[in-house]
């Protein structure tokens, strides 16, 4: 996914998707990134699924919860877009829960420790204030349920922030590789601090902070993805056990 730096906005973000469910859904799984770096990371982290309970926070069209499904779990899928959802719907039928929910407010439909697996794939950073959403993580989650959360990570983000690294601000991103059209995307930079604490304010039993690097299925298929990724990180991979 490559990127170009645009003006800062500041109109709700949270509907965004809504508008570009279907070109989005049609290529993000064509995204290197997503598919070669990312998602075989956060594949890796997750325990065994079979009769557990699954949370997608920020779902998409679904590509964790179709393999949490596939993996026997119970799955509970949220994103703020409608529109996704009902793409996610459309390719599982009825055996998949979901709600259309903003994740910086309580989720009010989950009750205190039901959840054994969370998994947040770069969600985060459409969110201005993480304590809430976090908050909620620990709450939902089991005793020894475990949290798997990517991130930009800053020095990819820092990019829009080379001068005003310390000031969470909103940004508009174009993506390019999703059709003939780029993906024009909002979300919020911030530094590093910000990122960490509304973290370590909570209780965690364990805390994993990883930044891999790429894999020898990348070196072979994508060299210089391989190179980039060597040189400098793009996500940033956050594993909380309750």
Not at 25 to 52: F, M, T, V, W
Not at 65 to 74: D, F, P, R, V
Not at 135 to 143: N, S
Not at 175 to 199: A, D, M, S, T
Request: net charge neutral; proline share 5%.
């Amino acid at each position: 996914m490559r990127s170009r730096n645009q003006t800062a906005l500041t109109t709700d973000i949270l509907s965004q998707y809504d508008s570009i469910a279907e070109q989005y859904a049609s290529h993000i799984d064509e995204q290197k990134l997503n598919a070669l770096y990312e998602r075989p990371y956060i594949l890796s982290q997750l325990p065994p699924l079979s009769n557990k309970t699954f949370f997608d926070a920020g779902s998409g069209p679904g590509y964790f919860s179709i393999y949490a499904h596939s993996q026997g779990a119970n799955v509970i899928a949220v994103d703020s877009s409608r529109e996704l959802l009902k793409l996610l719907q459309e390719r599982t039928g009825q055996s998949i829960e979901t709600h259309v929910a903003d994740l910086s407010k309580e989720l009010n439909f989950i009750a205190d420790q039901t959840v054994d697996v969370i998994v947040c794939s770069l969600v985060l950073h459409y969110i201005e204030n993480w304590s809430t959403t976090l908050r909620e993580f620990h709450r939902i989650l089991k005793i020894n349920g475990t949290c798997i959360i990517s991130v930009h990570h800053p020095l990819f983000d820092a990019r829009f922030n080379r001068e005003e690294y310390f000031e969470k601000r909103l940004i508009q991103d174009s993506w390019l590789g999703f059709g003939k059209q780029p993906l024009n995307i909002q979300y919020y930079v911030r530094p590093l601090n910000e990122y960490l604490n509304p973290i370590l304010a909570l209780p965690w039993k364990s805390t994993l902070v990883d930044e891999p690097k790429p894999s020898e299925r990348i070196k072979a298929t994508e060299p210089g993805m391989f190179k980039a990724l060597s040189k400098s990180p793009v996500f940033l991979f956050f594993k909380l056990v309750k």
